[in-house]
DNA sequence: CTGTTAGCGCTTTCAC
DNA sequence: GTGAAAGCGCTAACAG
């Protein structure tokens, strides 16, 4: 590969105006030369070497990104799309992404050791959970970071998150307009934060209309199909009339699970049984019926991190870090219909 | 963050010392002095600057692979964990993974760039297509890469696939032990490299049973859920006894579909219709019934790609270029049961 | 306007 | 056994 210095001896001139028009720094080259030495680049075809300059300037313009591969193979259908944005929005910000693993039980070793090896200028950190220790021990040491999820109120650091609770609201008010009076929840464990917002949501629309929101109605499960289902049998086991005409899930892939048990519990998914999900994952628009579901405004919130995180990085007196919640979008497809009788 | 410098002084030694023992080569550092080292290391909590050391060593330690989002926000379900597994490969050997994105239509000044900056040591190359140009224009530049996917018979390079042959002949070999005689195909265009693969099998296996192989039986389409139903649409068309009892879809996303044409051209999917897809997609376990598929060895297949990876960077001397085909393992669910009758 | 030069953090050859 | 010093490719302060 070419050097600076062949580039240099190419056009007859030093080093250092090569580097200075190749850097547009405000020094007055005269355009004869600044051609000479563009010339010189092409025909040598040359670029400059990026670990040269990340020495000199003592920085990677690598953004760091963990991976979370959930416990069996199971990957998160929105996160895959995250990466992928985060990628693109980080290139033309002239950045690149570098991707990561940790052992779910003790992330911080992996943290670190790319922090003191200066392996990245800045983290993305996503799949927050309450008090994430990767956040706390990214603030400790003021090392530049946004995160893509909540993790502890009190404490002030940049991040991009859904909003859930305004989601959910919206969803809820909807079947409420359909007629529904009875709406159930299906919720992750207490200790989810984002799930908790998503609770929040629902039981502010509830209220607002003054419906009934009885322990019964919000069940609470893993993010799975069967944490779906599961929910659908204890409802399908209440008396009639206290049974949900409509069914919030967490996430789509616990919708699913409801679709499915609501067949075999004798429902009729969509029709005696509305349900609406959250994510709006790839497959939902292939179920059948098609699942409505809210929209994480992915594409967005990458957006919206990078924006955040080249922020940090360029001014040396970082503002005030800020918060910022993207509201998704409703999709309505197949599920949620008015309630029977 | 403390520099060799800092560790040296500390230790009252010299840098090239420090470098010695911390790369513990042969040079004979007395215990004592490496222990005087290493306690300065700890103590002022060094770890080497990784771009002074690529600077140095002209590597970045850093594989490039480009992520594939598919058109519309279509992510491949088993790409995903195949960048994972990868990442986590690459960082056992001391590696990281440089995920990057590309127009579709012009991929190559992105690989150019990648390579001409230093930015990455070598590519991992998915979703490869026939003649793939980025393959072309990675071996004409003689830059290290090892491919997941085929490319070009002709062509000489480290490769590793699933191979679709065996494990679609193995499917169908299944579903004929069953005691089907008209089985379907379901295939990608004619230009897809792996779905032609997949397509031998499923003729291989026909053969040696001396079974129908005509063209009612052999239908294509796009990677997608339409593909499936418009080939139920177009099988239930057909004179009863010339309809199959059993079929086998190129990917999992085309066997929900088929799935979905069942149940709407009066088949009962697993039962009066038998299906079998391809790639064991995180969802096809909760499909309804649950989906009998091929499952792609996504873990071993990034195994070996490192393995070949780490092979090429090492040794000076690129011993032949070798391919490696996978087979994929038939995961046994509810799809396929005996033909009716 | 342009060139000389120091130095980013590291590895490694060559001397002592 | 250990240290001095060169140099990887680049940027930028400083001369001239």
Redesign the interface.
């Known amino acids: ?1 070419p050097t600076i210095k062949d580039v240099a001896r190419e056009a007859g001139v030093s080093i250092a105006t090569v580097s200075y028009v190749l850097n547009k720094k405000d020094q007055n080259i005269p355009p004869h030369t600044r051609q000479q030495v563009l010339n010189a680049v092409k025909r040598v ?1 040359y ?6 300059r ?2 000199k300037s ?1 920085q ?1 313009r ?1 953004i760091g990104y963990a ?1 979370h ?1 959930l416990p069996p ?3 998160n ?1 929105v996160l ?2 995250f ?2 944005y985060l ?2 929005e980080a ?1 033309a910000l002239g950045y ?6 940790y052992p779910r039980e003790d992330p911080l070793p992996v943290y670190q ?1 790319l922090i ?4 990245v200028d800045a983290f993305v950190i996503a799949s927050t959970e309450v008090n994430d220790p990767r956040i706390r021990f990214l603030l400790d040491r003021e090392f530049p970071f946004v995160s893509f999820g909540r993790a502890n109120p009190n404490w002030q650091f940049p991040c991009v998150d859904t909003d859930g609770r305004a989601g959910v609201r919206e969803a809820v008010e909807y079947l409420i307009s359909l007629g529904h009076r009875r709406i159930g929840m299906i919720a992750w464990p207490e200790d989810s934060i984002s799930g908790s917002y998503r609770v929040e949501g629902d039981l502010e629309a509830l209220h607002a209309h003054g419906l009934n929101t009885s322990e019964d109605l919000l069940l609470r499960g893993e993010n799975n ?1 069967t944490a779906g289902r599961n929910a659908v049998a204890h409802w399908s086991s209440l008396p009639i009339d206290q049974q949900p005409t409509a069914v919030i899930a967490v996430s789509d ?1 616990v919708a ?2 409801v679709m ?1 048990g609501a ?1 075999e519990f004798g429902f009729v998914p969509g029709k005696t049984l509305s349900v609406i999900g959250f994510d709006d994952m ?2 939902s628009q ?1 179920l ?1 019926p098609a699942l409505t579901t809210l929209h994480q405004p992915i594409r967005e919130i990458s957006a919206e991190i990078m924006a955040m995180l080249e922020l940090l990085l360029s001014k040396d007196a970082p503002s005030e870090p800020s918060m910022r919640l993207i509201t998704p979008r409703l999709v309505i497809r197949e599920t949620a219909s008015p309630p029977p009788g």
């Open positions: 590969m075809g670029s400059p070497n990026i670990n040269g990340n020495l003592s990677s690598l991976w591969l193979d199971q990957v259908p895959d799309r990466a992928y990628a693109q290139e690149h992404l570098l991707t990561f693993t050791e003191q090896t200066g392996r199909e892939l699913v699970g499915h067949e790839y497959m292939y059948r």
